[in-house]
C-alpha cells in the first residue's frame, strides 16, 4: 500500500497487493480494506481490475461479463423490466453501495423482506387478542414464541435460499461470519426492542414470567444456531435448534395431559418458568451462550467456504 501526501485518500493500492489479490493469495484484512477503498478511489479500482483481468481467472471473468452484459441487453429488448437480480428488486442505491441501499443490503433479507413484518403481525396479534378480545395466554404464548423470533430471522439472512445476491457476499472476503454476525445483530436489534417491549404491555397471568427473561435464552439459541450453522448451514440449524426449544416448552405439557384454554396456557406458564425463570436458570443460558459464542469463535473459518460451490 502506498500513501503519497498529495493522495485525497490516506492510502492507494500499490500493484503488489492488486496481484496478490487477484490470485487470492491477499490477507482478508488486506482484501477487506483493499474492496473498500476501490468503492471510493477510481485509479486504485483500475488498477485492481487490470491485474484482475490479467490474472489466471481473467478470461472466466471476461466471459462472465459478457454473458451478462448479453442477458441483460437480450431483456430489455425483450421488454424486461429493469431493477431486479434474479426476481428482487432492488435500487440503484444499493448497487452502488450508498445512503440507505447499503444499510439495507448489509442489514440482510430478513430485514428487507417477510420476517419484519411477521414480528410486527405477531406482536400486533398478541396485542389485539390481549386488550380487544381479553385473551389471557396472549403474553404466554409470546413469550414461547420469542426466543426463536431472532433464529428465525438469522435463517433468512444468509444463505442461497434467502439472499438472491448471495453468490457476490459468498465470493468477497467481507461475506464471511463478519458479514453474518452484523445481519445478525441488525435481527437483534428490530426484533428485540419490538417484542420485549410488547410483552412488557401484555396483562400478565399468575405465574408467566418477566417480560425480559427470554433475552438470554434467545441469545443462547442464535448463538447457537450460528455455531451449529457453521457444521450444517444457518438454514437446518434452525430448523434443528427451533424443534429442541419447541419439544423443550410442548412435550412436558403435553406429557401432563392437561387441556383446555386456561389449564392449558397455565401448565405452559409453568413451563415456560422452568425454562427462563430463577437465577440459575438463567446463569445457564449465559454460560450456553458463552460457550456457542466461544465455539463460533473458533469455527470462524468455516463460513469462509460455506455455500460457495
Known sequence: MS???????????????????ASGGAAEKDAWSLE????VCGACAARVSAAVRGSAAGPALADVRSAVLGAARASRAAGGRPGTFRGTPYSR????????????????PALRGPWVVAVVLVVLGAAGLAHGAGFTGARTALLALAPVVPVAGVAMSHGRHADPMHEIVASAPSGGLRLLLIRTAAVLLAGVPLLTGAEALLPAGDGVPGAATWLLPGL????????LGSYVGCRAAA????????????????????????YLFGALSE??????????????????????????????HSFDRMEKA
Do not use: F, N
Open 220 to 227: 443462547a439459541l442464535t448463538l447457537g444456531s450460528l455455531a
Open 93 to 108: 442505491w444499493a448497487v452502488r453501495g450508498r445512503g440507505a441501499g447499503r444499510i439495507l443490503w448489509t442489514a440482510g
Open 239 to 262: 430448523a434443528v435448534l427451533g424443534a429442541v426449544w419447541a419439544c423443550a416448552v410442548l412435550l412436558p405439557v403435553a406429557a401432563a395431559g392437561r387441556s383446555g384454554g386456561p
Open 36 to 39: 473498500k477503498h476501490v468503492e
Open 3 to 21: 500513501s503519497p501526501d498529495t493522495a485525497p485518500y490516506p492510502w492507494h493500492v500499490d500493484g503488489a497487493l492488486a496481484a496478490r489479490y
Open 271 to 300: 413451563q415456560l418458568s422452568h425454562l427462563v425463570s430463577g437465577s440459575s436458570v438463567q446463569s445457564g443460558w449465559a454460560a450456553a451462550a458463552s460457550l456457542c459464542a466461544g465455539l463460533l469463535a473458533l469455527r470462524r
